[in-house]
């Protein structure tokens, strides 16, 4: 029939893929349920290291990211007792 296409890979065959592993594409970085191998980003180049930090805890940036849209330390202590945050 002439029509383009390739074997579609269960997630296992992706994780366990010969080339990513090859080419180093995997990278233990650590998070709140422990070490976790994450993806590499897909551009990269000789000679510049890419950052892989930790996954954040859930909430853990919340409030920063809030003092950074203008919030006041009362609102998000307010917030804080209130289980909003």
Known sequence: AKIANARLNTMKDFFNHPQLKERGRWEEI????????????????????????????????????????????????QWRLNGVI
């Open 30 to 77: 650590s998070s709140p349920v422990g070490q976790i191998q994450a993806l590499r980003p897909p551009v990269t180049a000789e000679g510049i290291d890419v950052v892989m930090g930790a996954v954040p805890d859930l909430g853990e940036h919340t409030e920063s990211i809030l003092e950074e849209y203008g919030f006041q330390s009362e609102q998000l202590k």
